[in-house]
């Protein structure tokens, strides 16, 4: 009866091991839970970028006035005619 016991106490704790420490634990468990948090949260702010730069593309392709916007405040472009003055602070 006593070997059984012992046997038995042996396979507890050896379960109890695999459960706690081994490859597959609950400790690597909450840390890939906490890995797939914070790779969601990444996520959701890169589709918000993305919707950003898709709504530009799509005024850009879409309309003449953005065009020239964006060329004018990041190319510094100037219309035939236009005189241009820069001001330093």
Known sequence: MRII???????????????W???GSLIQWV???????AQQHEN??????????????????????????QARYELGMVKNGEVYYHFVD
């Open 5 to 19: 016991i012992v046997c038995l106490v042996l396979a507890l704790i050896g379960l109890q091991y695999k459960l």
């Open 21 to 23: 420490l081994s490859d």
């Open 31 to 37: 840390h890939l839970e906490k890995k797939l948090t």
């Open 44 to 69: 959701k702010k890169q589709a918000v970028r993305n919707q950003a730069v898709e709504a530009d593309i799509l005024e850009l392709k879409s309309g003449e006035q953005a065009l020239e916007e």
